[in-house]
């Protein structure tokens, strides 16, 4: 709410980069525009809606039953949210925010989405400074990493900030110390996945086994409704007054096999 924009084209130049962000991961950006409808300036976004979902935050800390963190969810988010990184980064785009807050559960086991982007790019626009999307870019793998970094920490009742104190794998210790290394200003995509390609494998494993069960229970649901509509059309037809006399309906008539599914 009331929002000072310097340049309303860039309403429409950010709704269109962030529209052409197609990924599982990223919540898609449906609309971007400008009002006065609440008597002030304000910049409205829609995004596609997830019902019952819920921040990775409410998901493990605060909605009941508790959502436990394991070394697998561990994996699994990573993994997905290196898929979303690549995604936008591949477009010239970079996440403003990313933090447990950001970041939805809107399936199980696991499956989330990183909401919330677009509008940052707006209020944040200064016509008087370019824009580093590079920095920006290396800045969501260290927010990647304090991510990460703070949910491991939630594991164990050990209150170190040491990365090497964590209950996790070794091979996990190993990702986090990369994404929070300091020293490092080029972090890459293709160098972070090196870490850990193998538990890429079995999230496509996951997935896949997810998609065939879903749709075998599809497939069960389409043959439900084709009997339930066959069955609309018998009655239609069938048990009518005027085919009480319709010699058609006797025993010996063309219409009584029609009468046995009764």
């Given at each position: 709410?009331?929002?000072?924009?310097?340049?309303?084209?860039?309403?429409?130049?950010?709704?269109?980069?962030?529209?052409?962000?197609?990924?599982?991961n990223?919540?898609?950006?449906?609309?971007?525009?400008?009002?006065?409808?609440?008597?002030?300036?304000?910049?409205?976004?829609?995004?596609?809606?997830?019902?019952?979902?819920?921040?990775?935050?409410?998901?493990?800390?605060?909605?009941?039953?508790?959502?436990?963190?394991?070394?697998?969810?561990?994996?699994?988010?990573?993994?997905?949210?290196?898929?979303?990184?690549?995604?936008?980064?591949?477009?010239?785009?970079?996440?403003?925010?990313?933090?447990?807050?950001?970041?939805?559960v809107?399936?199980?086991?696991?499956?989330?989405?990183?909401?919330?982007?677009?509008?940052?790019?707006?209020?944040?626009?200064?016509?008087?400074?370019?824009?580093?999307?590079?920095?920006?870019?290396?800045?969501?793998?260290?927010?990647?990493?304090?991510?990460?970094?703070?949910?491991?920490?939630?594991?164990?009742?050990?209150?170190?900030?040491?990365?090497?104190?964590?209950?996790?794998?070794?091979?996990?210790?190993?990702v986090i110390?990369?994404?929070?290394?300091?020293?490092?200003?080029?972090?890459?995509?293709?160098?972070?996945?090196?870490?850990?390609?193998?538990?890429?494998?079995?999230?496509?494993?996951?997935?896949?086994?997810?998609?065939?069960?879903?749709?075998?229970?599809?497939?069960?649901?389409?043959?439900?409704?084709?009997?339930?509509?066959?069955?609309?059309?018998l009655?239609?037809?069938?048990?009518?007054?005027?085919?009480?006399?319709?010699?058609?309906?006797?025993?010996?008539?063309?219409k009584?096999?029609?009468?046995?599914?009764?």
């Amino acid at each position: 709410h009331n929002v000072k924009i310097q340049d309303t084209t860039q309403i429409s130049r950010t709704f269109q980069s962030w529209k052409s962000v197609q990924c599982s991961n990223v919540v898609k950006l449906v609309d971007l525009f400008q009002t006065t409808k609440f008597n002030d300036s304000s910049l409205c976004a829609i995004y596609d809606y997830y019902p019952l979902s819920s921040s990775l935050y409410e998901a493990h800390f605060v909605n009941f039953p508790l959502t436990p963190i394991t070394q697998e969810y561990l994996w699994s988010y990573l993994v997905q949210l290196v898929n979303a990184l690549n995604a936008v980064h591949s477009k010239g785009l970079a996440i403003n925010i990313l933090d447990w807050h950001k970041v939805i559960v809107t399936g199980s086991p696991g499956r989330i989405k990183i909401t919330g982007c677009g509008p940052f790019d707006v209020l944040n626009f200064n016509a008087n400074r370019t824009r580093d999307i590079y920095a920006e870019q290396q800045q969501n793998f260290v927010d990647l990493g304090l991510l990460l970094k703070d949910l491991s920490s939630k594991m164990s009742s050990i209150k170190s900030q040491a990365i090497d104190d964590l209950a996790v794998e070794d091979k996990f210790k190993t990702v986090i110390k990369y994404l929070l290394d300091e020293q490092n200003k080029e972090k890459t995509i293709k160098d972070l996945s090196h870490l850990f390609y193998d538990k890429m494998l079995a999230s496509i494993d996951s997935t896949l086994s997810m998609t065939d069960y879903t749709e075998g229970v599809l497939s069960r649901e389409l043959e439900n409704g084709r009997l339930f509509r066959l069955i609309c059309k018998l009655n239609f037809i069938y048990g009518r007054m005027e085919s009480r006399i319709d010699i058609d309906w006797s025993e010996s008539g063309g219409k009584f096999p029609i009468v046995l599914f009764y």
